[in-house]
């Protein structure tokens, strides 16, 4: 059955079916990713281009090992070592690329809305890896394979996002996410770390009470503040704010036995979680969410270009 999806910029555009089918792709190419030899030749002679104007480890690096192990060629391009920092224009630069012949483009850019204009300029197969303060989608989507493999469900999880709502774009893309799949979620964070409208965000609850929040969560999801996107000082310190809002081993007493804890990376220890809660052998599913992101990249990569075959046969 074809994917009807040239694009995955803006998780709203994807249906409960579409997020589905993208995590079942993923989960049938586990079985690649844990035996010796770990690449199938799917996409062998497609061409990717991995475009990051900004620092990621992450999402770059996982980007990068989900198309070798499709058997794609990749250009990984981005930074100051393009012609951007001459004054070249984002068209010119994306249309320079596409004179490649190439087949995709991972976008990841400080501003808002580039993978929006890359896809409007490219005429190729465009992932938003991460855009300013408004989505990333793969993050969103790998979270959601890791909580599904966690409680073999999403609809009717009840989900906390904690922190810095504000300036996340990860909010953009998961908090949508998870209403799609039928979860309740709670954005739970201090008035200034809040976007000013935060009813826009499409949550279910709105509170600034992490204790009160914590007895009722399934999943406790734990943002990074965002110090490099911050005007001023929102917060007094961050010896308060973790005082208040930190994900701490006294904390883990009010939170549900099955509750798990999750983060995209990377983590402030000491701020947002200690040590006990980032490195819980139960409950902290982080880098089970690190892995994730290779299954899921793998199979959007798959889905969105078309591959030879299921994916997992050699």
Do not use: W
């Not at 690649?32 to 002679?45: C, F, M, S, Y």
């Not at 070798?68 to 630069?93: I, M, P």
């Not at 959601?144 to 996002?161: A, K, M, P, Q």
Request: net charge negative; hydrophobic share 40%.
């Amino acid at each position: 059955m074809a994917f009807n999806h040239k694009h995955l910029i803006n998780i709203s555009d994807y249906s409960a079916e579409d997020i589905t089918r993208i995590l079942d792709t993923a989960a049938s190419f586990r079985a690649v990713n844990e035996r010796r030899i770990k690449k199938v030749p799917t996409l062998k002679g497609f061409t990717v281009v991995n475009m990051f104007n900004e620092p990621s480890t992450r999402t770059r690096s996982s980007f990068e090992l989900a198309e070798k192990r499709l058997s794609c060629d990749t250009l990984n391009f981005g930074g100051s070592s393009t012609s951007t920092v001459k004054g070249e224009s984002l068209r010119d630069t994306v249309q320079t690329l596409c004179s490649y012949k190439i087949d995709a483009i991972v976008v990841r850019d400080k501003h808002a809305g580039a993978p929006r204009k890359v896809a409007d300029v490219s005429g190729v197969s465009v992932i938003c890896a991460g855009d300013g303060k408004h989505q990333h989608p793969t993050q969103a989507l790998l979270d959601l394979y890791t909580i599904r493999e966690r409680f073999g469900r999403i609809e009717g999880l009840r989900v906390g996002i904690v922190g810095d709502i504000g300036h996340s774009r990860v909010c953009g893309s998961l908090i949508p996410a998870l209403k799609i799949m039928g979860a309740h979620v709670t954005v739970i964070a201090p008035p200034t770390l809040m976007p000013a409208a935060p009813e826009i965000l499409g949550a279910d609850e709105i509170t600034c009470d992490l204790d009160a929040a914590l007895p009722e969560l399934d999943v406790v999801y734990m943002l990074r503040i965002q110090r490099e996107r911050l005007e001023g000082a929102p917060y007094p310190s961050l010896r308060e704010y973790n005082l208040l809002f930190g994900l701490t081993e006294e904390r883990e007493k009010l939170m549900r036995p099955e509750a798990i804890v999750c983060h995209p990376g990377p983590v402030n220890r000491g701020v947002e979680l200690d040590d006990y809660m980032c490195d819980h052998p139960q409950r902290s599913v982080i880098l089970d969410q690190v892995y994730s992101g290779v299954l899921v990249r793998m199979a959007v990569l798959y889905l969105l270009l078309g591959g030879t075959d299921n994916g997992v046969d050699a």
